[in-house]
């Protein structure tokens, strides 16, 4: 019995000084932080500016139906697949760490299915909506054209 609570003193030690050093080192680190946030700021008080109006980047007046729904699709494309292949990694990690339990490892061998279904899902999706626009308006999603409601017609680009 000895042994045990010479060991639990060690522990407790131990365990004040990292609690201590621990605490130095975060006010240090805070009180650094504040200081040189709030403190020590740069000064522009006598330095003369002139407000200059931004120039027109043409970004604005390039925004057509057409730029905006391209994005969109793609948007919403990339953001299904780098969803999919996160599920699919995963799934990946929880195989890796499920130390063998039958449970565990379905779990995981479901998830990565899954995740290799959606990847499938919307690869196919795109292929659908690629052709399906490719036969109703003659231009597929790279380049997308739809009509206007201008005098013109169908202004297609941007």
Not at 125 to 136: D, G, K, P, R, S
């Amino acid at each position: 019995m000895h042994t045990g609570s010479s060991i639990d003193k060690a522990y407790k030690t131990c365990s004040n000084n990292n609690m201590k050093k621990l605490l130095t080192i975060a006010s240090t680190t805070l009180s650094t932080l504040y200081i040189s946030l709030f403190v020590v700021g740069p000064v522009f008080a006598d330095e003369k500016t002139s407000i200059i109006p931004p120039q027109d980047t043409g970004i604005v007046s390039s925004l057509t139906v057409n730029s905006v729904v391209r994005f969109a699709i793609y948007a919403l494309f990339a953001i299904a697949v780098l969803a999919a292949l996160f599920f699919l990694i995963w799934g990946g990690i929880r195989w890796i760490i499920s130390g063998g339990e039958k449970e565990k490892v379905e779990e995981a061998r479901k998830q990565i299915i899954a995740a290799v279904i959606g990847l499938i899902i919307v690869v196919l999706a795109w292929v659908i909506l690629n052709f399906v626009l490719q036969v109703f308006t003659g231009h597929g999603i790279t380049d997308l054209c739809i009509p206007s409601l201008s005098q013109s017609g169908t202004i297609c680009g941007g």
